[in-house]
């Protein structure tokens, strides 16, 4: 089992829906990153977070550090949104070492 | 603007060659990391170096060096004991420790060995 577990792998939506990609991990931690990678490889920082909830335009990150879960919410959603979101965790014991899930493929579709 | 340029882009070698694979900041960021990105997979860490003249291995080293002679510079060489190379290589750096630092990314070079 992964130390890190996105879902959904996939993820399909209309222009304006709103969108929930899950991470879950099962080490205590002392930080959680959200990514975004565009289709050309580059990837973006969204949020840092370590606990409750960061929000920046249209995206909300949020953070239960007793379930050991975050979300990333995307309301409005716009097919520029469309991107491979990436979770990744510092593990409390881990030094300067994150561990990355695989990603969710996010398609909007106009 | 400030950044991590990787160069270049897509590169191509024979089995066997050794190859190098640049990283440049402008951010003067202390620590600098490289990751390799495989299908299916999360980013993997190779090398990191949290302050010049000093790195260490990651997760998947072997087969891979690393130099940080400057603040600047993190050029990573895939050599040919590295059993499948064939890859995306991303180089990112943050201002310090990734508890409290977001990392910034160079586009990465995508490197492929026939």
């Known amino acids: 089992k992964n130390e890190v577990e996105q879902s959904p792998q996939n993820l399909t939506a209309q222009e304006g829906e709103f969108i929930t990609i899950n991470c879950s991990y099962s080490v205590g931690i002392s930080a959680l990153h959200w990514l975004q990678q565009h289709p050309g490889g580059g990837i973006v920082s969204l949020f840092m977070?370590?606990?409750g909830k960061k929000k920046h335009g249209r995206l909300i990150a949020t953070i239960n550090i007793q379930e050991k879960h975050s979300s990333l919410h995307i309301t409005a959603s716009h097919p520029r949104d469309s991107a491979v979101y990436i979770c990744?965790?510092?593990?409390?014991?881990?030094?300067?070492?994150?561990?990355f899930g695989e990603g969710t493929q996010l398609t909007v579709n106009p | 603007d400030g950044g991590i340029t990787q160069s270049p882009k897509y590169l191509f070698r024979k089995e066997g060659q050794n190859v190098t694979l640049s990283c440049e900041q402008n951010l003067n960021h202390d620590a600098m990391y490289w990751y390799r990105q495989d299908p299916g997979q999360g980013l993997r860490l190779i090398y990191y170096s949290q302050i010049v003249n000093d790195f260490q291995k990651g997760d998947i080293a072997e087969g891979y060096s690393v130099s940080r002679e400057k603040k600047e510079s993190f050029p990573l060489t895939v050599t040919s004991a590295q059993k499948n190379p064939t890859a995306f290589y991303l180089c990112?750096?943050?201002?310090?420790?990734?508890?409290?630092?977001?990392?910034?990314f160079g586009n990465g070079t995508r490197l492929t060995v026939t």
């Open positions: 977070l370590s606990s």
């Open positions: 990112a750096s943050s201002r310090g420790h990734l508890s409290n630092s977001p990392l910034h």
């Open positions: 990744a965790v510092m593990a409390e014991t881990s030094g300067s070492r994150l561990t």
